[in-house]
């Protein structure tokens, strides 16, 4: 049997029983209990998808035009480009969808030799479709190497007649330009604030999530625009607790509570250098906490204390300079220590003339 000549055994993930049904969510998805949120709750359709309006009418036209170019899909995690893309093919193809693109991910084995066989033998082995086109799909692209990516030049050209690729990165950057000129790019930006809202509000509601105002609040702010982030804590902290408040949102997922910070850097600016070391010492030992929470909440609370220009770039570049060496395997204790004197110094440059 061809491909192309029964969809009977396709699966669509959203089961008919599911459609249809609900008041607060515009598509209906899986009821599969299992299933973690962030699938249950994928797009289906491209009204689903938030925020990237411009994207998604842009990309209806180039359907209904017949006209579809290579994709380039980038930006931060959690924005909707893997989601776009299948509800775009869902569109195209309908709910046989699956058996009409191929997705390759990083995880895959990714030298060229096994790409080019594997896209040589989708483009080549399957009946073609009406639609004219079959897609693949290449995900984390940004992490194919650049010989592998030279080589994918030459695969797309040979096969665009009958197949379109949609590359998916976060960072544009790692894509060589030879790559980026023969497709159309389009950036997701991270979700703003309120459309993580809107989304959230939509499962709380199905899902009958106990969330207070101050819980939301904090979930908001920790997804940082990423959706998946926003609904895997707000899963987990449903699964663990009955009631979840800022308190357990920060518990979940392993941040500082901004009051702790507040309390921390307070010391460390006015306390003792031995007091304010102490309580940062009790406090990551009591809490958990890691030097690095501790400096993006510093980072972050350092924004609302008023300080001098020529302090405040001080106090910026040298919580960077911790971040860095942080990161290149410095010791906490001992960057525990240069932060505190890093506040230290910025008080002293405050406070002279
Ligand atoms: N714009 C969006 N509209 C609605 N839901 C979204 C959106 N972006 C993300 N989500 C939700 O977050 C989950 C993850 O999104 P998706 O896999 O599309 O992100 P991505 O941008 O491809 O991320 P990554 O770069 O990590 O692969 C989806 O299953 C969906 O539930």
Redesign the pocket.
């Known amino acids: 049997m061809s491909d192309g000549e029964s969809n009977a055994m396709d699966v669509d993930p959203i089961p008919s029983s599911a459609k249809g049904k609900g008041k607060a969510v515009t598509t209906q998805y899986t009821e599969d209990e299992t299933l973690p949120?962030?699938?249950k709750?994928?797009?289906v359709t491209l009204d689903?998808?938030?925020?990237?309006k411009d994207i998604t009418t842009t990309i209806e036209k180039f359907i209904e035009k017949n006209r579809l170019p290579h994709l380039l899909f980038y930006?931060?995690?959690?924005?909707?480009?893997?989601?776009?893309i299948l509800a775009m093919a869902r569109r195209i193809y309908g709910s046989g969808y699956r058996k009409q693109i191929l997705e390759l991910n990083a995880s895959d084995d990714r030298g060229i030799d096994v790409v080019r066989e594997q896209i040589k033998q989708f483009a080549e082995t399957r009946t073609l479709f009406s639609k004219g086109f079959k897609l693949i799909i290449l995900?984390?692209a940004d992490m194919m190497t650049q010989a592998a990516q030279a080589a994918l030049r030459r695969v797309i050209e040979q096969y665009t007649k009958n197949v379109r690729f949609c590359i998916?990165c976060?960072y544009v950057n790692k894509i060589t330009p030879a790559i980026q000129s023969r497709c159309t790019r389009f950036r997701?930006a991270p979700?703003p604030i309120t459309?993580v809202e809107k989304?959230i509000n939509t499962v709380i509601e199905a899902e009958q999530v106990k969330l207070t105002e101050d819980g939301k609040k904090a979930l908001l702010k920790l997804s940082k625009g990423d959706?998946?982030r926003a609904?895997n804590i707000l899963q987990a902290c449903h699964a663990a607790y009955d009631m979840t408040s800022e308190t357990e949102i920060y518990a979940c997922t392993g941040n500082p509570l901004p009051s702790d910070i507040e309390t921390l850097v307070n010391s460390m600016l006015s306390d003792e250098f031995s007091t304010a070391f102490k309580l940062i010492s009790t406090m990551k030992t009591e809490r958990g906490l890691a030097l690095q929470d501790l400096l993006t909440g510093a980072y972050e609370y350092a924004e609302t204390l008023d300080l001098k220009p020529h302090a405040r770039v001080y106090l910026l570049d040298n919580l960077a300079t911790i971040e860095y060496r942080l990161s290149t395997g410095g010791s906490e204790k001992l960057q525990t220590t240069a932060l505190l004197g890093v506040f230290k110094n910025t008080v002293e440059l405050t406070t002279r003339n």
């Open positions: 949120w962030v699938e709750y994928r797009p689903d998808v938030v925020s990237h930006g931060p995690p959690g924005t909707g480009k893997t989601s776009t995900d984390e998916i976060n997701f979700l459309e989304r959706m998946r609904l």
